[in-house]
């Protein structure tokens, strides 16, 4: 299961009920932060979650509302003794833009950092999930991102029962779609298994409306994105390369997601953001505002 945690849903500036841009996805033991806004340790607290869980960091762009959280959210990891190395990632300059950053304060302990430069293409890859960043066109570079789980399979274990087989190593091959060998007889694991397809969580957070946007969506069971204006301020948008709530979705409706959830609205529309809602859903009936604190279990 993957489960998904709203910790700002903000535009540039926070408000009373929203911080900035922050999403947190648990997988098993990864806990991966998506972009890292001011305050978002202390949404960490509010919520009773521990940063020291977190296991990468992917971030969208270094624009100020994705990146102000970073260096405190740092320097309580190395107050905290995190011990593991915390992987972060990011699009080409991540790599200049930490160095600036690290060299800005001082840290009384030491943090074991690696850093990861992105391009398009899948960059983090295990037997249960992939992940993968595509380019976006923004006045920053600027990626968005890919949580894949794999295929996998559920054995059928009254069958084998039936036949004398135990749960044990034996099913391991099984569980992997692959044939075994039993008492010399091939077990099939076609007619032993059912195929369990992987759950898909595609993130866009700032970008002007682009091909890679629907390519990056494909088959989503869950698109989270910006929605930065309505389509009156269309011209805006194109002008500060953001999308508007119709074109996110209609990348939504044309690669076939499943749910869509809106953030990164612009406080034009703060206590009337029913406006950007209602315009998605005119196209794509099945989206949803993203509100600080919402929990999603996929």
Same mark, same amino acid.
């Given at each position: 299961?993957?489960?998904?945690t709203f910790?700002?849903?903000?535009?540039a500036?926070?408000?009373?009920e929203?911080?900035?841009?922050?999403?947190l996805?648990?997988y098993?033991?990864?806990?991966?932060?998506?972009d890292?806004?001011?305050?978002?340790?202390?949404q !960490?607290?509010?919520?009773?979650?521990?940063?020291?869980?977190i296991?990468?960091?992917?971030?969208?762009?270094?624009?100020?509302?994705?990146?102000l959280?970073?260096?405190g959210?740092?320097?309580?990891l190395?107050?905290s003794?995190?011990?593991?190395?915390?992987?972060?990632?990011g699009?080409?300059?991540?790599?200049?833009y930490?160095?600036?950053?690290?060299?800005?304060?001082? !840290?009384?302990?030491?943090l074991?950092v690696?850093?990861?430069?992105?391009s398009?293409?899948i960059?983090?890859?295990?037997?249960?999930?992939?992940?993968?960043?595509?380019?976006?066109r923004?006045?920053?570079?600027c990626?968005?991102?890919n !949580?894949?789980?794999?295929?996998r399979y559920?054995?059928?274990m009254?069958?084998?029962n039936k036949?004398?087989?135990?749960?044990g190593?034996i099913?391991k091959e099984?569980?992997?779609?692959?044939?075994?060998?039993?008492?010399?007889?091939?077990?099939?694991?076609?007619?032993f298994?059912?195929?369990?397809?992987?759950?898909?969580?595609?993130f866009?957070l700032?970008?002007?409306?682009?091909?890679?946007?629907?390519?990056?969506?494909?088959?989503?069971?869950?698109?989270?994105?910006?929605?930065?204006f309505?389509k009156?301020?269309e011209n805006?948008?194109?002008?500060?390369?953001h999308?508007?709530?119709?074109?996110?979705?209609?990348?939504?409706?044309?690669?076939?997601v499943?749910?869509?959830?809106?953030?990164?609205?612009?406080?034009?529309?703060?206590?009337?953001?029913?406006?950007?809602?209602d315009?998605?859903?005119?196209i794509?009936?099945n989206?949803e505002?993203?509100?600080?604190?919402?929990?999603?279990?996929?």
């Amino acid at each position: 299961m993957v489960e998904i945690t709203f910790l700002g849903t903000s535009q540039a500036i926070p408000t009373k009920e929203k911080n900035q841009a922050s999403i947190l996805l648990k997988y098993g033991a990864e806990n991966i932060l998506i972009d890292c806004g001011e305050g978002t340790q202390r949404q !960490f607290r509010i919520l009773g979650l521990n940063a020291c869980k977190i296991t990468k960091i992917l971030i969208t762009h270094w624009h100020g509302d994705h990146i102000l959280g970073l260096p405190g959210l740092l320097q309580t990891l190395a107050l905290s003794n995190y011990s593991r190395t915390l992987e972060i990632y990011g699009p080409i300059g991540t790599k200049y833009y930490m160095k600036k950053m690290m060299e800005l304060f001082i !840290f009384r302990e030491k943090l074991k950092v690696e850093i990861h430069e992105l391009s398009n293409g899948i960059f983090f890859e295990t037997k249960e999930f992939r992940l993968e960043a595509l380019k976006m066109r923004h006045p920053a570079p600027c990626l968005a991102y890919n !949580f894949t789980e794999k295929t996998r399979y559920r054995i059928d274990m009254t069958k084998l029962n039936k036949i004398g087989i135990k749960p044990g190593p034996i099913l391991k091959e099984l569980q992997q779609g692959k044939n075994i060998d039993f008492q010399g007889k091939k077990i099939d694991a076609k007619k032993f298994t059912k195929e369990v397809l992987g759950k898909k969580i595609s993130f866009i957070l700032d970008t002007a409306i682009n091909e890679n946007c629907y390519k990056i969506a494909e088959n989503s069971d869950v698109l989270i994105a910006e929605a930065c204006f309505s389509k009156l301020e269309e011209n805006l948008a194109k002008e500060r390369e953001h999308l508007t709530a119709e074109q996110i979705a209609d990348v939504a409706k044309k690669s076939k997601v499943k749910k869509l959830f809106l953030m990164h609205i612009s406080q034009r529309y703060d206590r009337r953001e029913k406006i950007i809602l209602d315009e998605a859903k005119k196209i794509f009936k099945n989206s949803e505002l993203a509100k600080d604190f919402m929990k999603l279990e996929i």
